[in-house]
């Protein structure tokens, strides 16, 4: 078996974790999630009206500023929201997951034991040495 075979065959295990599917579980729940989808789409709106008044040769700096509020408040809401927050935790417990599958390949290129390498024991706490946070 070759090196891409397994990489496909990982990417399938990770694929029935109970970890990526709670991450697509969320994700359709905040498809679904119809006031969080018109948050975003407010949002984008929002982002683009501040853009295109940015890029004036005259720009309105009090216009700016209230669609910056405006953008701040959309976004807080749209994080705060419990669908959101569900994608957000479930996306992290991936991320770190990820990270040490990452760090235990980039261990193994480096002549570590793939067996035995800890990417938790690594951590030095010392962000500047690391390739990902856990």
């Known amino acids: 078996m070759t090196i ?17 599917k709670a991450l697509m579980e969320a994700r ?11 948050q ?11 853009e295109i008044e940015s890029s ?7 216009k700016i500023g209230e669609l910056n509020e405006q953008l701040m408040s959309i976004y807080t809401a749209v994080m705060e929201s419990e669908n959101m ?8 417990v991936v991320d770190h997951l990820m990270n040490h599958v ?13 067996d035995t390498y800890d990417p938790d024991a690594a951590c030095t706490g010392d962000c500047c040495s690391c390739g990902g946070c856990h």
């Open 28 to 38: 359709q729940a905040s498809d679904n999630d119809e006031e969080l989808q018109k």
């Open 102 to 114: 990452t760090a235990i390949l980039t261990a193994a290129v480096n002549g570590e034991d793939p």
């Open 40 to 50: 975003i789409g407010e949002f984008n709106l929002v982002r683009m009206k501040m």
């Open 85 to 92: 927050v569900a994608f957000n935790k479930a996306k992290d």
């Open 56 to 62: 004036k040769p005259e720009p309105d700096q009090d």
């Open 4 to 20: 891409i075979e397994k990489a496909r065959e990982m990417g399938k295990l990770i694929q029935e974790s109970d970890e990526y």
